[in-house]
């Protein structure tokens, strides 16, 4: 029986059914409930836009408010996390982990290592990314490429309510800590989603449209944008082929590289700021494993190198739309230049 | 230095059993970083090493009251810590060498010597990094209901960052089983605390986190482990944590190769010669046993022998192979 649920549902059943599962698990976070102390209601927020309403109710103090000390209780589920729990602990945005990034990329994220592999440190960090919320620069970005860039850290970036719920059931099940980025646009999206608990394994990206002609892998909301550009460029003859990572660490290197050898044309949809991105991640994976396959340059569709602004106006120029992307599609399969190369393969 | 007045109402009376373990393990410390210092000038041993001795009563007055399943979260200067919650002293001096069969296979150093089976979470390059770890040890003790409380040890550098401040408020609301033991030497890295803490005395901050606040001579063993000993029973009631302030000297300095151009000319010597915590507890042992001299010395001479093995176990330790670089990172990747 097929059911449609949010993505941001399929995020509040997955930490449901994982906490009834495993009573090791424990949401932390600022407002996860909500009313903590206060004349009013307990779980009145249920997360500050709602995604975790009702664990409290099922959990009790298993959901945890935290004071506004995001060094304190990040450090403290991982330092939990040594000493038998499994947090899932929230970042409420992204933006936030300057002030708390120590205690993931060289406390938690290192344990292992440095510790000479006697440390197992189950955490997740749920965190939202995104811009288009009007949220300005401080609540609006996708600083995924930052904890990518750390090794011990495994990165989750879903782009759909199926792979929301599998992915962060197998994060939660996972032994390593593993970084959960929510894009905000997407909480409300629906989808098919099965009520029975599944996972998703790690490094394993998914094609979201097959077609010959380009090659799209598109991160999290870009994923969508990928998909109305490649619909409009159809209605032209052009046909793309679009790549989900679905984890940026691990990356499926090879699904990105089988596709690419397919079609011969790569545009990279990223999100993140443009200077050491996913998009130059990936162009530089591709380049260095599969330059013979490109009949064309790789081309970056990515916000300017600047924050995210706050006037609408701004901002809808910021964020990386279809227009852009079919444009940077059309570059590559109508240039004469790259036809011209292409004929002498 | 320190000079300012400490509570030193000790009142306890211990037999001699425990005063003979105490000194045992405050011995150990000593000798094994005095051999450090040594080994360190030598050129064989790599990286970056934090020297405990002088403070050595205090690891030794707060672990003996711990058991493995507690766990301590420590700072740089860690030897100490880890000694006390029972390291072991071959593990650790390989781990110092950069050896495979070191406690952490030569990928953490002295700054991340880490067991946690021993309940000991690491030795941490960052400064007020472990105060947040602790919390969540504490955490985890609480809601498993095992009984366990968690120790942070944090210098008088540390007492200042953000980490600690946020824990001491994260475990006064949450009344975790946690101690925070601030050991202030006096100086963060170069910088005295005279300069650097806006109070007289650390302890004094106990009381904006509404949580007891004691302020201790490092160098008297029985001080510390009288009061260490009330605060984790308390904690270990549920009563909720406790801030220890121990004023303290290092016998070397921030690091080893150190000129300590930045401390008063004999100041180490005085403390040396006047305060040392191993003289007194020595002193206190002959005191209560006069026939216990011979004791102290086989014991001298026991642990000579073991931080002898420790460092030639290390020496002759093999290096980790080329192998070894890509294991670790993850459980699974």
Known sequence: MERKISFQQSINEALSQEMERDSRIVLMGEDVAGGCGGDGKMDAWGGVLGVTKGLWDKFGDRVIDTPISESAFIGAAFGASLSGLRPVVELMFVDFMGVCFDQIFNQGAKFRYMFGGRAVTPVVIRTMIGAGLRAAAQHSQCLYPMFTHIPGLKCVVPSTPYDAKGLLIQAIRDDDPVVFFEHKLLYPILGDVPEEPYTIPFGEAVCVREGDDVTIVAIARMVHVALQAAARLAEDGVDCEIIDPRTISPLDEDTILESVEKTGRLVLVDEASPRCNMATDIAAMVAQKGFEFLRAPVRMVTPPHTPVPFSDVLEDLYIPDAAKVIAAVNELVSSAKWKASASTR | ?333
């Open chain 2, 1 to 333: 230095m320190i000079e300012s007045a400490v509570e030193n109402a000790t009142s306890i009376q211990l037999d001699t059993g425990t005063l003979l373990e105490a000194y045992r393990t405050m011995r150990t410390i000593r000798e094994f970083e005095e051999r450090l210092h040594v080994e360190f000038a030598t050129g064989e041993i790599p990286g970056f090493v934090h020297l405990y001795a002088g403070e050595e009563a205090i690891a030794t007055g707060v672990c003996m009251h711990l058991r493995e399943g507690d766990r301590i979260a420590s700072t740089h200067r860690g030897h100490g810590h880890c000694i006390a919650k029972g390291v072991d002293l071959n593990g650790m001096a390989a781990e110092i060498y950069g050896k495979r069969s070191g406690t952490c296979g030569g990928k953490g150093g002295s700054m991340h010597i880490a067991d946690l089976d021993k309940g000991m979470m690491g030795a941490n390059g960052i400064v007020g990094g472990g105060p947040p770890l602790v919390c969540g040890a504490g955490l985890a003790a609480k809601k498993l209901g095992t009984g366990n409380v968690a120790v942070a040890f944090v210098g008088d550098g540390g007492s200042n960052q953000g980490t600690t401040l946020e824990s001491l408020n994260l475990a006064a609301i949450w009344k975790l089983p946690c101690i925070f033991v601030i050991e202030n030497n006096g100086y963060a890295e170069a910088t005295s605390c005279r300069y650097s803490v806006s109070v007289g005395d650390i302890a004094d901050r106990a009381a904006g986190f509404n949580m007891p606040g004691l302020k201790l001579d490092g160098h008297d063993f029985l001080t510390v482990y009288e009061a260490a000993g009330k605060a984790i029973r308390r904690a270990r009631e549920g009563g909720g944590p406790t801030l220890i302030e121990c004023k303290v000297a290092r016998y070397f300095g921030h690091y080893e190769g150190d000129t300590q151009a930045y401390r008063g000319p004999d100041e180490v010597k005085k403390v040396r010669e006047t305060r040392d915590c191993i003289a007194r507890l020595a002193a206190e042992i002959m005191r209560a046993d006069a026939g216990a001299a011979a004791e102290l010395e086989r014991i001298d001479g026991q642990v000579l022998a073991r931080v002898d093995e420790a460092i030639a176990h290390a020496r002759s330790a093999a290096k980790p192979t080329a192998r070894d670089l890509l294991t670790d990172v993850y459980v699974a990747y």
